[in-house]
């Protein structure tokens, strides 16, 4: 049987261009992206990125990079991979990395499943899906990343003891991600409490995403998994 989700469907939704880009951040795509940017082909991992084995977390759709710079700031000694389609979004994350001096980011400008298959199994500590594109409608669920195929991919990217973070403003996300993570055995949810799910853990710094919500009055429910 076919999975009809983003991992076969193999085509990127949602848009990538958004405003022109100002002067400054032009040339931030220019000069220092390449210098950061994952190779487009070929294996990679901790070596080929940073130059040694550190432990590696991956965001999927960093937007602005508010999260990715964050967590990089606060690990240094770790290395961070990055991927988002949305060009400003890539180049509001490089003025993080240039503004705070970061030196364990990688970016891809595009999708990241395309990255995350060509690293090695079991070589992340950590995987981010912080407020993904919801898609509400039920007759678009298959290109929702929490599905299968994105999933599967994770897990098998994760290194054991590993952790999954996903970030949702949607309530029919919400609901899905619930379901679809219930039926895994691959996947532990770290929640024991409540208050494990409404409440912003820590180290876990707000999204531009997350910040909409709350300024809307909506709720925002955060999932920690570990891998099994
Ligand atoms: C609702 S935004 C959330 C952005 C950010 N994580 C936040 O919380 O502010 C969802 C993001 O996922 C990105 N996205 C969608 N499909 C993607 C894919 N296949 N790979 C990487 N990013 C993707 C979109 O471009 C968009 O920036």
């Known amino acids: 049987m076919t999975v009809r989700d983003p ?3 193999r085509r990127l939704y949602g848009r990538s261009k958004g405003r022109p880009l100002r002067v400054g951040q032009a040339e931030l795509i220019e000069r220092l992206l390449p210098q950061l940017s994952v190779p487009d082909e070929g294996p990679i991992d901790g070596r080929t990125l940073f130059g040694d084995r550190r432990p590696l977390h991956f965001e999927i759709g960093f937007g602005g990079g508010e999260h990715l710079a964050y967590r990089a700031d606060l690990l240094p000694d770790h290395g961070f991979i990055g991927a988002e389609p ?9 003025m993080h990395v240039r503004d705070r001096h970061l030196a364990n980011v990688r970016l891809h400008h595009g999708d990241a499943l395309q990255v995350l ?3 090695p199994d079991s ?3 950590f995987v981010y899906l912080l407020h993904p594109d919801p898609w509400p409608k039920a007759r678009h669920a298959k290109r929702r990343m929490i599905n299968p195929g994105p999933l599967d991919l994770i897990a098998s990217k994760l290194e054991p003891g590993g952790e999954f973070r996903l970030g949702t403003d949607d309530p029919v996300y919400c609901r899905w991600a619930m379901m679809v993570m219930s039926r ?10 409540p208050g494990d799910f409404l409440v912003r ?5 707000e999204t531009r995403y997350e910040a909409k919500a709350r300024r809307e009055g909506r709720e925002v429910w955060y999932f920690r998994y570990r891998r099994a």
Do not use: I, K, Q
Not at 184 to 193: K, N, V
Not at 201 to 205: A, D, S, T
């Open 7 to 9: 991992t076969t469907l």
């Open 86 to 94: 949305f060009l400003n979004g890539v180049a509001a994350a490089l």
């Open 117 to 119: 298959e060509r690293l």
């Open 123 to 125: 070589s992340l500590r």
């Open 184 to 193: 895994r055995t691959d996947f532990e949810w770290l929640a024991e409490t």
């Open 201 to 205: 853990p820590g180290g876990w710094p």
